[in-house]
C-alpha cells in the first residue's frame, strides 16, 4: 500500500474569516474553525482516510505569499466551477484552465489573502 509524503498544509491568512468564506465559495469546502495551540485555524474538511487536509491559518509570525511552495486543491469534475467563482469571492485567476495531458487540468488563482493555489481535475 503506497503511502503520500504529504500529512498535512498551511496557508497563512491576514484574516482568517475573510479566507474561510473564499475557500467555502469557490471549492465549496467544509471548513471548521478552531483554536488549536494557540493558533486560529480554519481546517478543511479531511474528505477519506487516506486523504491529506490542512488549514487556513492566522498567525502573526507567518504571512501570506505568492512565492515558494504552492498546494493543489482537488476539484475532479468542479473546475470550471470553482474558477467562475473565484472572482466573484474576491480572488483573481492567474493561470486558466491548462490541460497537462493524462493528469488532467489545473489552474492557479490568487486567494483574498495574497497566497497563489493551484486547482486540480483528474481526467
Known amino acids: 500500500m503506497s503511502k503520500s509524503i504529504l500529512s498535512w498544509f498551511e496557508l497563512p491568512t491576514l484574516d482568517l474569516g475573510r479566507a474561510v468564506r473564499f475557500y467555502r465559495t469557490v471549492v465549496e469546502a467544509q471548513i471548521k474553525e478552531e483554536v488549536f495551540a494557540g493558533v486560529p485555524?480554519?481546517?478543511f474538511e479531511r474528505l477519506g482516510d487516506d486523504a491529506i487536509t490542512g488549514a487556513l491559518i492566522y498567525d502573526e509570525r507567518r504571512k501570506p505569499a505568492h512565492t515558494g511552495t504552492m498546494i493543489y486543491l482537488s476539484t475532479d469534475g468542479r473546475l470550471d466551477a470553482c474558477l467562475g467563482?473565484?472572482?466573484?469571492?474576491?480572488?483573481?485567476i492567474i493561470v486558466g484552465k491548462t490541460h497537462i495531458g493524462p493528469q488532467g487540468h489545473i489552474a492557479v488563482i490568487a486567494d483574498t489573502e495574497g497566497n497563489h493555489v493551484g486547482l486540480h481535475a483528474r481526467p
Do not use: L, M, Q, Y
Not at 85 to 92: C, N, S, T, Y
Open 41 to 43: 485555524h480554519g481546517i
Open 85 to 92: 467563482r473565484v472572482e466573484a469571492a474576491g480572488g483573481k
